[in-house]
C-alpha cells in the first residue's frame, strides 16, 4: 500500500501535467510523461485499488466470521434454555424449590405477573404508541416531480468508485 506522500506526490505530478495539457499539450503527451514521471501514478492508483480489494474481502471474511459465530451463539442459548427447562423439571419432580451444589446454587422463583396481548386491535388508544416519521420514499419521489417540501431538498450523493476485477 502506498504511503499518503507517494500518493500525495503522484496526484501533484499528475496536477502538473494536466496543467501542461491545459496549456496545449494533448493527451498522448500528457499520457506519455505520466508514465515517464519519477512515481509511477498508474502503480500507485493500482495498489491503492488493490488495497480495497484487499480490504472488501477481509471485510466479507469477518461478516462471515461474525454471521458463523453468531449462529453459534445462538445455539448455545438454544441448549442452556433448554437445560434450564430440563433442570427446573427435575427439580419440580423432586418437589424442591432450592439445591445447593459446590458450584452453584440454583432456585425456583415464584412466577409473577406480566403481559400478554391476546389480540391488538383491541387495545383502547389510550395504551397505543404511535410512532411517527417521515416517509422518505415518498419525499424523494415528490420532490423529483418537483413538489417543493419545507425541511427537504434534493442533494447530491458523494462520488464513488466502481471497481470491476471479472
Known amino acids: 500500500m502506498p504511503s499518503q506522500w507517494q500518493i500525495d506526490q503522484a496526484l501533484s505530478c499528475v496536477a502538473a501535467l494536466r496543467h501542461r495539457e491545459a496549456a496545449g499539450d494533448d493527451d498522448t503527451f500528457l499520457m506519455e510523461r505520466?508514465?515517464?514521471?519519477?512515481t509511477d501514478v498508474f502503480a500507485l492508483l493500482r495498489?491503492?485499488?488493490?488495497?480495497?480489494?484487499?480490504?472488501?474481502a477481509l471485510a466479507g471474511s469477518v461478516a462471515e466470521r461474525i454471521k458463523s459465530l453468531t449462529e453459534r451463539k445462538d445455539r448455545f442459548t438454544r441448549r442452556?434454555?433448554?437445560?434450564?427447562?430440563?433442570?427446573?423439571?427435575?427439580?419440580?419432580?423432586?418437589?424442591?424449590?432450592?439445591?445447593?451444589?459446590?458450584e452453584f446454587t440454583i432456585s425456583v422463583g415464584k412466577p409473577r405477573a406480566g403481559l400478554l396481548i391476546?389480540?391488538?386491535?383491541?387495545?383502547p388508544a389510550e395504551y397505543m404508541r404511535v410512532k411517527s416519521e417521515p416517509d422518505k420514499k415518498k419525499i424523494l419521489d415528490d420532490l423529483k416531480e418537483g413538489v417543493c417540501i419545507t425541511g427537504a431538498v434534493l442533494a447530491n450523493s458523494m462520488p464513488s468508485l466502481t471497481v470491476r476485477s471479472k
Open 34 to 38: 505520466i508514465d515517464e514521471a519519477e
Open 47 to 56: 495498489s491503492v485499488v488493490l488495497a480495497v480489494q484487499e480490504n472488501e
Open 80 to 102: 442452556a434454555e433448554s437445560l434450564r427447562g430440563t433442570a427446573l423439571a427435575m427439580m419440580d419432580a423432586l418437589d424442591i424449590t432450592k439445591h445447593q451444589a459446590p
Open 118 to 123: 391476546t389480540d391488538e386491535d383491541a387495545i
